[in-house]
């Protein structure tokens, strides 16, 4: 099993474990990444950020979403939502539209077409995921989830002062 000073090439021991876990962490976000920004980049034209905004939109429903609330459920916090939405939009994948009730508020819906590109890559997307994780028991995934989540529950703003 190759270790994480082996993939980056990193001579000198690392200054503690928290150090070598979380590039553990980074480099496997990483490397789980790249195949399927390739595959979305190739197949369809889009981005990891745009698959993502599309999966929020269409899990928005008729209701769509503001760039605001796009931009909380975001799994890669893009600080510019509103060009990553202009993206989409020229695309066609999604459509803007402001709100009735509220007109300085604008809203962002899923298209048909962008309703149609996320059922051609629903497929590809569920045996890109049994490839990355589906070798791992149940039990493991359970345990890893759980492990990652309560990292996540235990960060702080940083720097602490």
Known sequence: MNSVQQEIRQSKPFRSLEEEVYLAIRL???VMDEPLAKYL????????SQYNLLRILRGAGADGRT???????????DPDVTRLADRTVKLGYARRMRDLEDRR???LFVTAKGLDILAELDEAVDRFMDQALGT???ARLELL???LNEVRASLRPFPVE
């Open 67 to 77: 760039m605001s609330e796009i931009g909380e459920r975001m799994i890669n916090r």
């Open 28 to 30: 496997t976000s990483a």
């Open 145 to 147: 989830r759980d492990l």
């Open 41 to 48: 980049r190739k197949k369809c034209g889009i981005s990891s």
């Open 105 to 107: 508020v604008v809203k």
């Open 136 to 138: 791992m028991p149940p």
